[in-house]
């Protein structure tokens, strides 16, 4: 037998949250953002999942290639552009619109021998304000206009620093007035909105938005309070199972460093996953853990996490579960423990948390 840990990836949630995003930007078309392995749920997942998407946006020329050897004939979006002169060609073969953010790369381009052939779909990217990609708002149109005397088809992007600060005053009104500044007159589609602009600023997503982590279920705060509202679901279920339980006295320690000390008789769950599975490893006594048919009546509880998480083992309190038992299964996060809530408890936001999950973790795709 396989050691139990499991992570499931539910398609249908994935095509949930793609029609969330279409509710809440229905004038807008959608890049479904899938970099980082789809943010580590698989591309086979996500390519089943978000099939109905307008197209692909992802950072490496090499997963365009396996998109579209995939069948995928719909548009992909380099987010980050090419990285070597030399990629022109496999990018024009395989029909990628690709970001263009730097001087070097718009060289490329003026120098491409094959752009009468077949011009790209450009994605100009402004500096709005992020300081990270782009060009300043300065050199913007200069570069605009180079691009487009070369015979490229231009779009205006731009990203938000800090679209997903709900509790603050987001700098998404200054910088899209740059931005609409900026490219007055210059007439071109958009792109703007990404998951945190859909969902909080939807008079700033243009004509394609860009939606990443609330596709998979998880908010763009680390806060799942701040998405409990835009009823999306969760794509992943990381679930696992008690393989030991341990008998507690007081005064005894667990775990590595003995950070959490028995108060009172009790018993402690043991379960198969830990930091090398990708579990955060600073995960806080308190951490939940969600334990099925837990109780007399059958129920699921949430159990606490106690001592430090291992290798490949962390440590729960069973004093409330009287029914858990050596093979119950486990949930680490998924639709009882939102992603989000370990993070937080863990220093860290959900992105890290799927995207980290371990290779050797088994992926079930449903």
Not at 253 to 258: K, L, M, N, P, S
């Amino acid at each position: 037998m396989n050691r139990p840990i499991l992570a499931s990836i539910h398609t249908e949630a994935f095509q949930h949250n793609l029609n969330r995003v279409r509710a809440l930007a229905p004038e807008s078309k959608i890049w479904a953002v899938i970099k980082a392995r789809a943010y580590g749920h698989s591309f086979n997942a996500a390519i089943e999942g978000l099939a109905s998407t307008d197209g692909f946006a992802l950072l490496d020329i090499e997963d365009a290639r396996w998109l579209r050897q995939q069948g995928w004939e719909g548009r992909i979006l380099l987010l980050e552009g090419l990285f070597h002169e030399n990629e022109l060609d496999l990018a024009q073969q395989l029909d990628c619109d690709l970001v263009v953010h730097c001087e070097t790369q718009v060289q490329w381009l003026e120098h491409f021998e094959g752009k009468a052939h077949m011009p790209f779909n450009v994605f100009l990217k402004m500096n709005s304000g992020m300081n990270r990609l782009g060009f300043k708002p300065s050199q913007y149109r200069t570069v605009y206009h180079r691009l487009h005397a070369a015979g490229y088809h231009l779009h205006h992007m731009t990203h938000f620093a800090n679209a997903d600060q709900v509790d603050q005053q987001p700098s998404v009104g200054k910088q899209m007035e740059v931005f609409s500044q900026t490219i007055e007159d210059l007439d071109a589609p958009t792109s703007l909105a990404n998951s945190a602009a859909i969902l909080w600023h939807r008079n700033a997503l243009g004509d394609w938005v860009r939606p990443g982590i609330m596709l998979y279920g998880a908010s763009p705060t680390g806060k799942f309070a701040d998405i409990e509202h835009a009823n999306l679901r969760s794509v992943m279920q990381l679930h696992s199972e008690i393989i030991d339980i341990q008998e507690l006295n007081p005064g005894d320690r667990i775990g590595y460093g003995g950070r959490y000390e028995a108060t009172e008789a009790m018993r402690v769950g043991i379960v198969a996953c830990g930091y090398a599975d990708g579990y955060p490893r600073h995960a806080k006594d308190g951490t939940p853990v969600w334990v099925f048919n837990a109780t007399d009546d059958g129920a699921g509880l949430s159990c606490p996490i106690v001592g430090r998480v291992s290798m490949d083992m962390l440590t729960i309190d069973l004093r409330n579960a009287p029914k858990a038992k050596i093979g119950s299964v486990v949930e680490l996060w998924g639709d009882q423990v939102p992603v989000d809530e370990v993070a937080q408890m863990s220093g860290t936001i959900g992105y890290e948390l799927l995207c980290a999950v371990a290779p050797r973790v088994p992926v079930s795709i449903k």
